[in-house]
């Protein structure tokens, strides 16, 4: 059974950062891109970011570029992002997600950013 769970989020002020984490099990890990998606209030699904099978290629939505970074363990069967220089728009639940420019979430419960004075 795929299993992802997705934690670091929480509040922030415009400008700060945060590390999220997605936890993966039940697939080969190692074996898959993965993606980041978020769902900003009242809005529909946007994919972030994603990265191949062994680390060497990232992407990024134009609207993170710059400021978040994607990477992953396959030893721990982890995928990260960084958010850095965060801002109100970037708030939003975030998935991980298998798979390259995923526009879904991978089956886990998300972790709320929220960026806010």
């Known amino acids: 059974e795929v299993q992802l769970v997705e934690s670091g989020g929480g509040l922030v002020q415009p400008g700060g950062s945060l590390r999220l984490s997605c936890a993966a099990s039940g697939f080969t890990f190692s074996s898959y891109a993965m993606s980041w998606v978020r769902q900003a209030p009242g809005k529909g699904l946007e994919w972030v970011s994603d990265i191949n099978s062994v680390g060497s290629g990232t992407r990024y939505a134009d609207s993170v570029k710059g400021r978040f970074t994607i990477s992953r363990d396959n030893a721990k069967n982890t995928l990260y992002l960084q958010m850095n220089s965060l801002r109100p728009e970037d708030t939003a639940v975030y998935y991980c997600?298998?798979?390259?420019?995923?526009?879904?979430?991978?089956g886990g419960q998300g972790t709320q950013v929220t960026v806010s004075s």
């Open positions: 997600a298998p798979g390259a420019i995923a526009t879904t979430p991978g």
